[in-house]
């Protein structure tokens, strides 16, 4: 779930490709296109339309699908909560980059038209990189949000309650849009005369523009630092102390294992390993963001120290940057079928029409969840939850 719209964000249109900026001749290690670098883009650009609405499509499936299987009742727990809620994110963020992929890249060509950029497809393109970026921050946050829940239960046994998360996360949605608000504010629609015709751009971003004006270098560090920077960090920060839980668990559960007898080593291996799951795949889901963010976060940050960089770099990648970006917003349900038996199951009697939940997970599975629910409830895997109903969730892989 991450980083769409990353050149119409700060560019306020579609590529430098698209636009036929170039940067001024000015000295300095990025003065002038590294020609291969170029060449790669203008032929990743003619596929990139192509490409992004067959992810966008298959995106939207299966976000549809992990938002139905997430709010089952059986899988209402804290952490598919946040799920659910990065899941919202990334539909939402792909729904609106299908028409933008159709319009500025299937029907068009690299020249600036009149009909490329009309007055109504300019206004589209605002409002679909402001959207962009509040959803991408916003799924940002809640990745480590998710991150501190995780490596909290793991430190205390103990966690937010569903109804909690559901506030944060709903919080975490209008703290992002009161962070994209200068952005917001900065966002126009202004007329260009070219070769005797009638463009309309968006207004000039900080980045990119010789003299640009209060409100947009705060729209740019607000963006880089707070929707950027400080998340990639924080994240970085609970990968490692996740990962290092990981190491002192199986420490732990070695010299467990090496005192324990017979019985107790089958009831504490199924625990441990319900754990390890658990954390692996929210681990999985992490990196993901990382490798998407932090490149981008780089190339963000270099391009608000120098304007070649931001143009004869910056824009050549914007496109492969969106596809990264939406990639990784289709790619959770993968891993969710891949990890999680649980999910697989309600996947199964959701859409492929399998037995009744009743028939399916049986008597004996709720009576199983139900033991271990009420002899192991501090070490449970369901984060908080209390019955064999929201012990069943995405988490018990």
């Known amino acids: 779930m991450a ?7 700060t560019a306020g249109n579609n590529g430098s490709l698209a636009t036929g900026d170039k940067c001024p001749e000015e000295s300095g290690p990025f003065s002038s296109i590294n020609r291969h670098l170029e060449a790669y883009a203008m032929w990743y650009w003619g596929i990139h339309g192509y490409l992004s ?15 139905v299987i997430l709010t089952r009742g059986a899988m209402r727990t804290p952490i598919n909560c946040i799920l659910t809620a990065i899941a919202i994110c990334c539909l939402i963020t792909m729904s609106s980059y299908i028409p933008f992929a159709l319009h500025f890249y299937i029907k068009s060509t690299l ?3 009149s009909t490329k950029y009309s007055y109504g497809w300019t206004v589209y393109m605002a409002v679909h990189s402001n959207i962009s970026v509040t959803t991408h921050v916003s799924s940002l946050w809640l990745a480590v949000f998710m991150a501190i829940m995780r490596y909290v239960y793991l430190q205390t046994k103990k966690c937010c309650n569903l109804q909690a998360t559901c506030i944060i996360s709903a919080m975490i949605g209008a703290g992002a849009s009161l962070l994209m608000l200068p952005n917001y504010l900065m966002t ?12 309309y751009k968006l207004n000039e ?43 002192e668990s199986a420490a732990r559960r070695k010299r467990l294992f090496a005192s324990a007898n017979k019985s107790k080593k089958s009831t504490q291996c199924g625990r441990t390993t319900r754990h390890q799951c ?12 990382i490798l998407t963010e932090v490149p981008q976060t780089f190339l963000i940050i270099m391009s608000a120290f120098s304007k070649q960089f931001f143009m004869n770099v910056y824009m050549l990648l914007a496109d492969t ?3 990264i970006a939406l990639i990784n917003n289709a790619m959770n349900f993968v891993l969710y079928c ?19 939940q009743s028939t399916r997970f049986g008597k004996k599975t709720y009576q199983s969840v139900d033991h271990s629910c009420n002899n192991t409830h501090t070490h449970g895997d369901g984060l908080c939850a209390t019955t064999a109903t929201t012990e069943k969730s995405i988490s018990h892989v």
């Not at 609405?53 to 938002?67: E, K, M, Q, S």
């Not at 929210?282 to 993901?288: K, R, S, T």
């Open 278 to 289: 658990t954390t692996t795949m929210l681990l999985v889901i992490i990196v993901m963001y």
């Open 338 to 356: 891949a990890m999680s038996q649980q999910f697989r199951e309600h996947l199964v009697v959701r859409v492929c029409n399998g037995p009744p």
């Open 188 to 199: 126009g629609v202004r007329e260009v005369q070219l070769e005797n015709m009638t463009l």
């Open 111 to 113: 020249v600036p038209t």
């Open 321 to 323: 940057m969106d596809m």
């Open 205 to 247: 971003p900080a980045i990119g523009s010789t003299n640009p004006s209060r409100l947009a270098l705060t729209a740019f560090w607000l963006y880089a630092i707070g929707g950027k920077l400080i998340p990639c960090t924080l994240i970085s920060v609970f990968i490692g102390l996740l990962l290092k839980k990981l190491h």
């Open 3 to 9: 980083g769409l719209m990353a050149a119409n964000v």
């Open 53 to 67: 609405v067959v992810i966008c499509v298959f995106g939207i499936t299966t976000n549809v699908l992990n938002i």
